[in-house]
């Protein structure tokens, strides 16, 4: 059974930093492309980032230089490291496999002074 588990959200000041993990099982995690999306209320569940099983890496325009992605495939772990997070970043963020579009439960993100 393919499970994927988010961790890391929670509440900071603009400016701050947080780091998501998404920790994945029940499938083989290097062969597969895995992305983030969020949701913020009242909008539609956007794309925020995606990785390659390569490696290889893309980002909507509105984190570009302040989010990575990266992943761990020995532990089977997706990470989306937020820097200089804005008010505009809050939301509820969800990991999701492709090819067979799996997600998980999500992780709430709040920016707020």
């Known amino acids: 059974e393919v499970q994927l588990v988010e961790s890391g959200g929670g509440s900071v000041q603009p400016g701050g930093s947080l780091r998501l993990s998404c920790a994945a099982s029940?499938?083989?995690?290097?062969?597969?492309?895995m992305d983030w999306y969020r949701q913020a209320p009242g909008k539609e569940r956007e794309f925020v980032s995606g990785i390659t099983w390569s490696g290889s890496t893309s980002y909507t325009d509105s984190v570009k230089g302040r989010f990575t992605i990266s992943r761990d495939n020995a532990s089977n772990t997706l990470y989306l490291q937020m820097n200089s997070l804005k008010e505009e970043d809050t939301a509820m963020y969800y990991c999701?496999?492709?090819?067979?579009?799996?997600w998980g439960q999500g992780t709430q993100v709040t920016v707020s002074s």
């Open positions: 029940g499938f083989t995690f290097s062969s597969f492309s």
């Open positions: 999701r496999r492709q090819n067979g579009d799996y």
